[in-house]
């Protein structure tokens, strides 16, 4: 969760589905805000899952909406760690 001004400005859900694997889901972020939110939440993400000791992430959206494609496959193909197909 990000917060700013006692105000949640965006949010992921991370539920662990299986002993080390975890889904991550519902990134919700304030219209209002800038669309940035999402990279930060991204990027503590993995710190937060290997804490508790995740070695698998599943993460299922539309790949055909432009939010999902900004905020999924463009922000994985910009850190270099994982290839992605369509």
Same mark, same amino acid.
């Given at each position: 969760?990000?917060? #700013?001004?006692?105000?949640?400005? /965006?949010?992921? #859900?991370?539920?662990? =589905? @299986? +002993? %080390?694997? *975890?889904?991550?889901? $519902?990134?919700?972020?304030? +219209? %209002?805000?800038?669309?940035?939110? /999402?990279?930060?939440?991204?990027?503590?993400?993995?710190? =937060?899952? $290997?804490?508790? /000791?995740?070695? @698998?992430?599943? $993460?299922?959206? %539309?790949?055909?909406?432009? *939010?999902? #494609?900004?905020? @999924?496959? %463009?922000?994985?193909?910009?850190? /270099?760690? =994982?290839?992605?197909?369509?």
């Amino acid at each position: 969760m990000i917060l #700013q001004n006692k105000k949640t400005v /965006g949010h992921l #859900q991370i539920d662990r =589905v @299986y +002993p %080390d694997t *975890w889904c991550a889901h $519902s990134l919700a972020i304030d +219209p %209002d805000i800038s669309k940035v939110v /999402g990279k930060e939440i991204y990027s503590v993400t993995a710190d =937060v899952l $290997s804490a508790e /000791g995740a070695h @698998y992430i599943l $993460s299922m959206f %539309d790949s055909k909406k432009a *939010w999902n #494609q900004r905020n @999924y496959f %463009d922000f994985v193909k910009n850190t /270099g760690l =994982v290839r992605t197909t369509k």
